[in-house]
């Protein structure tokens, strides 16, 4: 009672200004965030019932407090709608999620000698980023078409100053040496502008614009680089050639397309440049209870706000709420004029269509795979004799040189899908030999310790010897899980007088099981072993990662220990600074000159060590 009248008072005092507000549960936690132009008008109608959208009751039946947050201009309040989005990620509200892992292709101008790099994310403000791609091989394609055409370096910051001569690039003629200053800056700008252009899908002007330079090239007597030339159009027109969704006209296009089922929605984004349609984006699919044209808000928002290309046109099925606002929002983002499109005919509807049947197919695969994991996971409780459903598997791996940075791994699928955050890393204390059975004990027992959130089942990544190790700690921890083991088989080869000939590289993959002589296999039921499969691979990776961490700081610990004025604090200033051992040793010399508490000529004297390593 006490709770609705604190409400009640609330909403009575709510400010009439824009601004921000903030729906709380009854533990505080934030569930929804919405904006508005008059904030006591928008919460008046949700408890007056004039808020008819279909989530307005399911909100109501849940908040405890309201936070109001004002701001003077309903862009304000849009832009800090946005940013409380993404850092409390509540539960109610839309929330962009990537489906996959996609790669972007940068390029950071104000480097001396620019280089086009492939990456994950996005860090550098300043950089300019291509893409997405959907794949890293797609990426890779790309990145190695545009170095042929426009030899840009391919190398590391610190090869570039420390060569003492041209790598093989150069002999190759994938790259003009600025290392050695055998291209000046000037010409080596256009080639990154040239290359930056044919990312941004300006092929066609930039065809025209090489032709010239051709032109001018044999006027002026110079064939070499007139032929070059010829031999980079001849390149640029034939990947034109293989674009062949052709949508005519030179504008930049994003279409927005949305598959609706039920309470579903699942998003893909077409990326159309300069009349060519050059790739596509989709997000997770999601389940709300809400309109399609507040999902599209929030989702351009999202989108556009984490720093992608924003293009002129953005095409989207349906009205805003927000239009005016979003736009104005967009195009002072860009810094040129941005229109929200809503068409009903023509080439935009026909690729608003497209984005659609895009978004669909994806759902509808989306769907077919969780029905393989469903069957997957209920094929292992059956083959494996499992006493639960593994809704939650719990996978095990151990890394280690000879006992040396060894380390072990904790890889957790939930629903037959990586839940990354319960991810856990151990790092081996109580073993120091080379004996992964009592570093496994180790880890499982700290792990175990903790008698909580117990999985369905747990695979070790092992076959006999790490199952029963596994089956001792839980025996002696009192718990009750089922566990597995899980290992490639070694393939023994006999000569034809059937003399073993050797012990071979390892092939299938076998489950072991409690108490049961013989291993089995899962051959026949592909999304039961995928499952454990993908789980296996996960703990790997991860142990494989934590170890080469451990490793690469050891290193570099051994390489500044060297240096008398580097001890444990400057080393944990150098790592804290650049993130990585990796990135200490990959820093430049004005970037190591730049770590406070370093100085000019500590950072002369860590660049020189590093350079020998
Ligand atoms: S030739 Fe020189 S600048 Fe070009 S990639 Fe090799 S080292 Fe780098």
Request: glycine letters at 6%; one cysteine or more; aromatic letters at 8%.
């Amino acid at each position: 009672m006490e709770e609705k009248n604190i409400l009640k008072e609330k909403i009575t005092s709510a400010p009439r200004s824009p601004g921000v507000y903030l729906m709380k549960d009854s533990a505080q936690k934030i569930i929804y965030v919405g904006k508005a132009n008059n904030l006591k008008s928008r919460i008046g109608s949700y408890f007056t019932g004039k808020d008819t959208r279909p989530m307005a009751p399911f909100l109501m039946s849940r908040v405890s407090d309201i936070e109001f947050i004002t701001t003077v201009t309903g862009k304000e309040a849009l832009i800090l709608e946005n940013n409380i989005i993404k850092k409390h990620r509540p539960r109610y509200n839309v929330i962009l999620r990537d489906d996959k892992t996609y790669y972007h292709l940068t390029i950071d101008p104000a480097e001396r000698f620019p280089r086009l790099q492939l990456v994950r994310k996005r860090v550098n403000n300043a950089a300019l980023y291509f893409g997405p791609y959907p794949s890293g091989l797609a990426a890779k394609e790309t990145l190695r078409f545009v170095q042929q055409v426009f030899p840009l370096r391919s190398c590391r910051n610190r090869d570039l100053q420390l060569r003492s001569r041209p790598c093989l690039e150069y002999q190759i003629g994938r790259c003009f040496a600025p290392c050695k200053g055998l291209i000046d800056e000037e010409p080596y700008r256009k080639l990154v502008e040239n290359s930056v252009s044919f990312l941004q899908g300006r092929r066609r002007s930039l065809i025209t614009e090489i032709k010239a330079q051709m032109e001018e090239a044999a006027r002026n007597l110079n064939y070499e680089e007139a032929a070059r030339l010829r031999d980079r159009i001849a390149a640029l027109e034939h990947a034109l050639e293989k674009q062949n969704v052709d949508w005519g006209g030179t504008k930049d296009q994003d279409v927005l397309g949305v598959y609706t089922h039920d309470d579903s929605y699942q998003l893909c984004i077409l990326f159309v440049r300069g009349g060519k349609l050059l790739g596509s984006k989709s997000f997770a699919p999601m389940k709300m209870k809400m309109e399609l044209a507040e999902i599209i808000s929030s989702c351009l928002t999202q989108y556009y706000d984490d720093g992608a290309q924003i293009s002129s046109e953005i095409i989207i099925p349906c009205h805003l709420p927000d239009e005016a606002l979003i736009t104005e929002w967009l195009t002072d983002k860009k810094e040129k004029k941005v229109t929200l499109t809503i068409p009903s005919r023509g080439t935009k509807n026909a690729l608003l269509d497209m984005a659609v049947a895009n978004a669909r197919s994806l759902w509808e695969s989306g769907q077919k795979k969780e029905e393989q994991k469903a069957a997957g996971m209920k094929i292992l409780q059956e083959k494996l004799l499992l006493a639960k459903l593994p809704r939650r598997i719990e996978c095990y791996d151990i890394s280690n040189i000879s006992g040396k940075h060894a380390v072990g791994s904790m890889a957790v699928f939930q629903d037959g899908e990586p839940d990354k955050s319960s991810y856990r890393r151990f790092r081996i204390k109580s073993v120091s030999e080379s004996d992964d059975y009592a570093m496994m004990y180790e880890v499982l027992a700290r792990r175990f310790a903790h008698n909580e959130n117990l999985p369905d089942l747990v695979v070790v990544d092992g076959g006999k010897g790490q199952l029963n190790v596994a089956l001792s700690v839980l025996k002696d921890l009192k718990i009750k899980v089922d566990v597995i083991g899980l290992a490639k088989e070694e393939r023994t080869i006999f000569s034809s007088k059937g003399i073993l000939k050797k012990k071979t590289g390892k092939s299938e993959d076998r489950v072991y099981l409690p108490r049961r002589k013989d291993s089995i296999y899962l051959k026949a039921w592909p999304y039961a072993l995928g499952i454990l499969q993908r789980v296996r691979d996960e703990a790997h990776r991860f142990a494989l990662s934590y170890h080469h961490q451990l490793k690469q700081k050891n290193d570099l610990r051994s390489v500044l220990d060297d240096i008398p004025d580097i001890g444990e604090v400057r080393r944990k200033i150098l790592l804290k600074h650049f993130g990585s051992s990796k990135q200490v040793k990959n820093a430049t010399l004005a970037e190591l000159q730049k770590v406070p508490g370093i100085g000019k000529e500590l950072a002369e004297k860590i660049y020189s060590r590093l350079s020998l390593k």
